[in-house]
């Protein structure tokens, strides 16, 4: 089926190592995002990519690189984990502004540092 | 810059009772609006969105938001609760031009009691 794939789907690390979360969607979009999701904080944007080769920040990116690969993935990556980044991420994409697009969500990655 | 309130972390409703749940936001440029709904361990799903035109939208399972520009709202409704609206609900907001990130509220937790 068509959509946004995130992997993997839980994750434990320690404080200190790196991981890089994967995210391809299969819906010929240009535009990508990054979020983390933390309880009754909603959903903050960490990086988000208008189109590939291009990535820009987000609310909060420190701690994080994000690679756009190609049109499909867009990955991001915790070079130091530290336990501040326990979340639930979330990777989501739109087509080309066709005026009010929707974004289109992955699973998320559930991320615990310990 | 653009920023969504939504009142109220968390809203009980009785079974058949009317769904309010209230979200207001701040935008320097005409907004688009949208609506999303997360069930446990997944991602987010779009409920409804208010982009140009009728400021009384319709979207799925029944429920509807209407645009009030006036008091700068999109509160989201429905007539008769079921318990398997039981969820989290997120506003979310963005400009109309350009694929920009969204900003969302900080999620509203509806619980449906029989």
């Given at each position: 089926n068509a959509g946004v794939t995130q992997t993997p789907k839980f994750q434990v690390?320690?404080?200190?190592?790196?991981?890089?979360?994967?995210?391809?969607?299969?819906?010929?979009?240009?535009?990508?995002?990054?979020?983390?999701?933390?309880?009754?904080?909603?959903?903050?944007?960490?990086?988000?990519?208008?189109?590939?080769?291009t990535t820009d920040k987000g609310e909060v990116p420190n701690g994080y690189n994000v690679s756009r690969l190609n049109k499909r993935e867009f990955s991001l990556r915790l070079e130091s984990a530290a336990p501040s980044q326990t979340s639930v991420y979330f990777c989501a994409s739109i087509p080309r502004d066709t005026g009010a697009p929707p974004?289109?969500?992955?699973?998320?990655?559930?991320?615990s540092i310990l | 810059a653009q920023s969504v309130t939504q009142l109220g972390s968390h809203v009980s409703v009785s079974e058949g009772?009317?769904?309010?749940?209230r979200c207001n936001y701040s935008s320097s440029v005409p907004p688009y609006l949208f609506w999303y709904v997360q069930y446990p361990n997944q991602g987010l799903q779009l409920l409804l969105k208010y982009t140009t035109g009728a400021t009384l939208v319709k979207g799925i399972n029944g429920f509807e938001a209407e645009f009030k520009k006036s008091e700068t709202s999109f509160h989201l409704t429905k007539p008769s609760a079921h318990m398997s609206d039981a969820a989290e609900y997120f506003c979310a907001v963005s400009r109309t031009s350009g694929n920009t990130p969204l900003v969302f509220g900080k999620g509203t937790r509806l619980s449906v009691i029989a």
């Open positions: 690390l320690k404080t200190g190592q790196s991981m890089t979360l994967q995210c391809a969607q299969d819906m010929n979009h240009n535009s990508m995002y990054w979020y983390r999701q933390d309880p009754g904080m909603g959903l903050r944007l960490i990086y988000y990519s208008a189109s590939e080769g974004q289109h969500f992955g699973d998320g990655t559930r991320l | 009772a009317l769904v309010l749940l």
